[in-house]
């Protein structure tokens, strides 16, 4: 099993960037994904997670912290096994290393960081 976060780099404020999550060995559907970001010396905050298919159809649920609503968006693509993260209207504040997770009641993965820097 392994989660792949990229789409991390530099932007200036005001940009945006994209973020995928990509899985081998597990289908994410099955699976409650979540962005969390951490800078140095702070405790590993969550940003946004979308639910999984549950019941079925394509209706998920989904949440977004506070300082994010409105400029980033989860979505996922069941296709290609991936969650993605957009993001716009970046800030300096948004800069961390992003992390993916996948969950269940019964299992918990997190793929490798990727480094967003939000800069002039």
């Known amino acids: 099993v392994q989660l792949q976060a990229s789409g991390g780099g530099l932007v200036q404020p005001g940009g945006s960037l994209r973020l995928s999550c990509a899985a081998s060995?597990?289908?994410?559907?099955?699976?409650?994904i979540a962005w969390f970001r951490q800078t140095p010396g702070k405790e590993r905050e969550g940003v946004s997670c979308?639910?999984?298919?549950?019941?079925?159809?394509?209706?998920?649920?989904?949440y977004y912290a506070d300082s994010v609503k409105g400029r980033f968006t989860i979505s996922r693509d069941n296709a290609e096994n991936t969650v993605y993260l957009e993001m716009n209207s970046l800030k300096v504040e948004d800069t961390a290393v992003y992390y993916c997770?996948?969950?269940?009641?019964?299992?918990?993965?997190w793929g490798q960081g990727t480094q967003v820097t939000v800069s002039s």
């Open positions: 997770n996948a969950a269940t009641v019964t299992s918990n993965y």
């Open positions: 060995g597990l289908s994410l559907d099955d699976y409650t």
């Open positions: 979308i639910s999984n298919s549950g019941s079925g159809g394509d209706t998920y649920d989904t």
